[in-house]
T-cell receptor, first 111, second 112 residues
Framework: GQQVMQIPQYQHVQEGEDFTTYCNSS?????IQWYKQRPGGHPVFLIQ?????EVKKQKRLTFQFGEAKKNSSLHITATQTTDVGTYFC???????????FGGGTRVLVKP | DGGITQSPKYLFRKEGQNVTLSCEQN?????MYWYRQDPGQGLRLIYY???????QKGDIAEGYSVSREKKESFPLTVTSAQKNPTAFYLC???????????FGPGTRLTVL
């Protein structure tokens, strides 16, 4: 079956630094979504990428979809304490109705 | 306010008992989903329903059952057949703009 892997599993970041988390699918995707789950909370939708090579920005967050539509990345610049949480990618295969979630990257920020 | 509600937030049950988790949405979404999240893990799909009176098994359906008698409601029953039921259970519905998942606040089930 389809697998979605995320690395790293944990990311300790000094406040103000940048970091990137990566998402890799075993199969080609029709689209990929990113979610953020704050500690003790539930996942909240951030963004969807559909086109090959697509890049989208949300303030300090930059999302990229790979050319082969099998991988994606989330880059956060100038990390803040509000960025703490777990970031999940979720991929959907063509004509599929299910999202397959990656294991998440848990981000901890050191002030 | 539109959204998804799950109750209760915390639930404790004795081993061998069935328990039903509630999920209600007033977003007028057709599709609804149940996920399980274990500590430090991702989300795994248990069951989903694309329309009233229809549902399909997800990746880890064994030991669970669902019903979808109303568009607004998608309850999940954790049966005694589920070997490791202690987990965080998240209900979601599918949005129409991006087919994104709108999640409820979750129910943390502990089986003693």
């Amino acid at each position: 079956g389809q697998q979605v892997m995320q690395i790293p599993q944990y990311q300790h970041v000094q406040e103000g630094e940048d970091f990137t988390t990566y998402c890799n699918s075993s199969t080609t995707l029709s689209n990929i979504q990113w979610y953020k789950q704050r500690p003790g909370g539930h996942p909240v939708f951030l963004i969807q990428l559909v086109k090959s090579g697509e890049v989208k920005k949300q303030k300090r967050l930059t999302f990229q979809f790979g050319e082969a539509k099998k991988n994606s990345s989330l880059h956060i610049t100038a990390t803040q304490t509000t960025d703490v949480g777990t970031y999940f990618c979720a991929g959907r295969r063509a004509a599929g109705n299910k999202l397959t979630f990656g294991g998440g990257t848990r981000v901890l920020v050191k002030p | 306010d539109g959204g998804i509600t799950q109750s209760p937030k915390y639930l404790f049950r004795k081993e061998g008992q069935n328990v039903t988790l509630s999920c209600e949405q007033n977003l007028n979404h057709d599709a609804m989903y149940w996920y399980r999240q274990d500590p430090g893990q991702g989300l795994r799909l248990i069951y989903y329903s694309q329309i009233v009176n229809d549902f399909q098994k997800g990746d880890i359906a064994e030991g669970y059952s669902v019903s979808r008698e109303k568009k607004e409601s998608f309850p999940l029953t954790v049966t005694s057949a589920q070997k490791n039921p202690t987990a965080f259970y998240l209900c979601a519905s599918k949005g129409q703009e991006y087919n994104e998942q709108f999640f409820g606040p979750g129910t943390r089930l502990t089986v003693l």
